[in-house]
């Protein structure tokens, strides 16, 4: 399985932000998998955000839950992030990744850069 974030690199204060994840080499709907955002924001570590799985169902960063959502399009083999009203502390890599249910993620995207500024 293959991953690959797209999405704009700048988005301005109070925007919402956008990526998508396109899915290659499997089906977005294997069963028993969790597909997942989680990023990086600069000087700190890794931050899961949220994920969908399989079954349609969405799981949340307490931390981010009211601003986070995240969908899956079955037919274009791909799932999407979006995290509204962003300020710069939102700038950072975006990854996604997915693993099978209870044995972490390990597959990755590239990450991308999303900075957040006026």
């Known amino acids: 399985v293959q991953l690959q974030e797209s999405g704009p690199g700048l988005v301005k204060p109070s925007q919402t932000l956008s990526l998508t994840c396109t899915v290659s080499g499997g089906s977005i709907t294997i069963s028993n998998y969790s597909w997942c955002w989680i990023r990086q924001s600069p000087g700190k570590g890794l931050e899961w955000m949220g994920a969908i799985a399989s079954s349609g169902s969405t799981s949340y960063s307490p931390s981010l839950k009211s601003r986070t959502s995240i969908s899956k399009d079955t037919s274009k083999n791909q799932f999407t992030l979006q995290l509204s009203s962003v300020t710069p502390e939102d700038t950072a890599v975006y990854y996604c990744?997915?693993?099978?249910?209870?044995?972490?993620?390990?597959?990755w995207g590239q990450g991308t850069q999303v900075t957040v500024s006026s």
């Open positions: 990744a997915a693993g099978a249910g209870g044995q972490g993620y390990g597959y």
